[in-house]
């Protein structure tokens, strides 16, 4: 079934608009900022994994959410890291998402991924040590630590979810 420009738009923009829900809602914000965090909006990350045009959303949705943080610089630093990282783990993790480990609960690229992104808040840790003058290596920690627990918990719900609804249109 062919879709149109709009459908891609309309869509781009629902996933970036939930991102932003996900991030921002009154509870779900509080875990969302600063050197701990939380994100279940990093779940979304997968859908990438899906279409590659999510991966616009993903990074606008981001952008959005992190004009709510305590500096400017955030949108900026964590929406092109969010940019550079998820391309480039859809780029080399694709290819292992029809494999799955812990029996077929776990799917491998999500799995790697999870780690690869995980490892990228040093990007993060970098911009809170010098804006918010936080402590680098307990900063990167939390925050890789956070975004790992976020997106394992994403990887099981997304796999779910991309086996019930048709995500690559």
């Known amino acids: 079934m062919k879709h149109s420009r709009t459908f891609d738009i309309v869509s781009i923009a629902v996933v970036a608009a939930l991102y932003v829900a996900l991030t921002t809602a009154p509870g779900l914000s509080a875990i969302s900022y600063g050197p701990i965090q939380f994100r279940i909006s ?8 899906f279409n590659k045009k999510y991966i616009i959303a993903v990074t606008i949705g981001c952008m959005i959410s992190n004009f709510m943080s305590f500096t400017w610089i955030d949108v900026i630093v964590g929406g092109l890291s969010t940019l550079i990282f998820l391309s480039l783990g859809v780029f080399l993790f694709d290819r292992f998402k ?10 491998r690229a999500f799995f790697y991924f999870a780690i690869f992104f995980s490892i ?26 956070g975004e790992f ?8 719900v997304m796999d779910a979810i991309g086996k019930q609804v048709d995500l690559t249109r």
Do not use: C, D, R
């Open 42 to 49: 990093e779940m979304l990350n997968f859908t990438a994994f």
């Open 120 to 145: 990228s808040m040093v990007t993060i840790a970098v911009e809170l040590y010098f804006v918010a003058h936080m402590p680098f290596f307990f900063t990167w920690g939390t925050l890789a630590l």
């Open 149 to 156: 627990l976020a997106l394992i918990v994403g990887a099981v």
């Open 98 to 107: 029809k494999q799955y480990f812990l029996n077929g609960l776990l799917n």
